[in-house]
């Protein structure tokens, strides 16, 4: 994973930093969203990214982002899917690197707010593909956000694609 702030890190580093910063900002927290969003742009190939945000509630946050390049995909919903896939694949990731670092340490994770930004909304093409997604990634355990409350994939992984 890359942070504009830490450089290139292992997951390893990456869980670290995050608790780091949960823990030095815990005090004066209204509380922690971790939230894994992935967006996609087509060149001659399909450049995806997948971001990790650590959102402190009403005093900003910390991102990381990977970036994977793929055959490019044409195909809207293939593409959606793609995203969604993972966006769920980064999360178990973290979620098992969380509940080792935490087998490992005394920082307790349960407090933490998980969720799942998608890159669909209810106004155009990616409307009617929404109940899928959604239903998804909420039978997979996790919390799911849409547009115009996406932010971590509409916005982050966004601006890192283009």
């Known amino acids: 994973m890359i942070s504009p702030t830490y450089g290139n890190c292992s997951d390893a580093q ?6 780091k910063y949960i823990q030095s900002n815990f005090r004066t927290s209204e509380g922690f969203n971790l939230i894994v969003g992935t967006d996609s742009q087509n060149y001659s190939d399909t450049k995806v990214v997948v971001v990790i945000a650590v959102q402190n509630i009403g005093h900003g946050g910390i991102f ?20 969604t896939n993972m ?11 969380f509940e080792k ?9 349960r407090k933490i707010n998980f969720c799942i930004h998608v890159d669909a909304g209810t106004k155009g093409k990616t409307s009617q593909l929404i109940p899928e997604l959604v239903a998804w990634i909420r039978a997979c355990g996790y919390d799911c956000k849409i547009k115009p409350d996406s932010f971590a994939a509409s916005s982050i992984a966004d601006k890192i694609s283009k």
Do not use: H, P, V, W
């Open 64 to 83: 990381f982002y990977d970036i994977i390049r793929i055959n490019k995909i044409e195909n809207i919903r293939q593409k959606l899917l793609f995203e």
């Open 87 to 97: 966006s769920l694949t980064y999360a178990d990731r973290l979620i098992s690197g």
């Open 101 to 109: 670092f935490c087998r490992e340490t005394d920082f307790d994770f």
């Open 14 to 19: 990456m869980i670290q930093i995050i608790a």
